[in-house]
């Protein structure tokens, strides 16, 4: 099969360009093509099922953001993710292929199949741990044999997490040996909103969690050593005194993704690994009855044919509005912005981590627009670029990774920094 050249014609194809949030990544690559590999302008394209709506997808972005080229000098290549061919043709063409069609355990494997065959790195934003532990398993040898790089996550899932632990690793002076992230979502008077693929893919992943049990078995993985002293899980629902707010593990890909990073650099690069474990806050006691009512009816109706069928019709009725079929409005995503504070604690430079408990702490901190989209987009098309310009830098010459495994080499940081995340140190109280 043919090896990644940079003599195809795109640096990018964004498929599911129609979609949602594919309409987003359309309007960032346009924005910052002018930051290719290199200095050079990106050269890129749009695929999906429809040329009509990628045309109208087009015109929409050239409105909006007052580039009348876009309308007639970006490529559109019909491509279907039932028809093989079709993405085979797809994927000849460009060197990274930002899959956007989700949820992706119906939709992603075969985008993946055909990048690896026919040689086009793969970027996507998935949250499905399941999907991504997956790829990683049946394909990371295949990708590694033909030189390509598939690297799931690169959205809000699971970019801040995963490079904000890094982060923090790197500005700890000593053995860092356990972190707590917490999650803030901050939203105007609309509230905060997402779209039905996001729903979506939670449902059939909490449907399906006894199958993730399984898969990691096959990994076959000895369990990562503890470093220091072991971190105590904190329980279902908890006042957080770090957040003033009730907070509850975070159930999205962020654990998943961070302990997967840890064990590369583990075995990989000899790094100690850290603990990790992810939270987020739900609010005060209103929103905490809240939750607890919907938690129970979501957990009960997954469980059947008939519930999942009815939470997927009506997500908006049986989310309380967190996620509707037309997804947020422009004032909530104007409106919303997001934190993520890394609480770690160590040993110092001086300190030997098998001797006594912990004696050093970090805070850091990752903010950003809104999550769900503005900055999923900004990641995705930066960590496109930084794999780019920067090829050398990643591990191996490809392979199946997370984000932090990929770019804990590379400029992504950096990268990020200019756009819509920033990443700091912060005060410890």
Partial sequence: MAAVTSSRPYHVIIF??????????????ARTAAEGPGGAPLKWAVAGRSRQRLEDVLGRAAGRLSMPELRTDIEIIVA???????????????????????????????VVKACVENGAHYLDICGEPQFLERMQLEYHTKALDRGVYVIGSCGFDS??????????QRQFKGTLTAVESFLKISSGPEGFSGHDATWQSAVYGFADSGSLRQLRKKFGHTPLPVVGAKVKKRGFMFFSREIEQYAIPFMGSDPSVVKR???FLYEEQQQSPVQYSAYVGVGGLFSVVK?????????????FS???????????????????????????IEDTCFSLTFFGEGYSESTDPSQGRPNAKICTQVVGAEPGYVVTVSTLVQAAVTLLDELHSLPRRGGVYTPGAAFYKTSLIDRLQNHSVKFSVRHCE
């Fill in 159 to 168: 970019v801040p997490a995963d490079l904000g632990v890094l982060y923090t």
């Fill in 261 to 263: 990073t840890q064990r």
């Fill in 306 to 332: 008939l519930g999942r069928k009815l939470l997927t019709m009506f997500p908006s009725f049986f989310s309380f509005g967190m996620f509707s079929k037309s997804g947020p409005t422009t004032k909530q």
């Fill in 291 to 303: 939750l607890f009512c919907s938690g129970l009816l979501f957990w009960f109706m997954v469980k």
């Fill in 16 to 29: 599911g360009a129609t979609g949602f949030t594919g309409q987003f990544v359309v309007e960032e690559v």
């Fill in 80 to 110: 279907d993710v039932s028809i093989e061919e079709s993405l085979a043709i797809m994927c000849q063409q460009g060197l990274v292929i930002l899959n956007c069609v989700g949820p992706y355990r119906f939709y992603g494997e075969p």
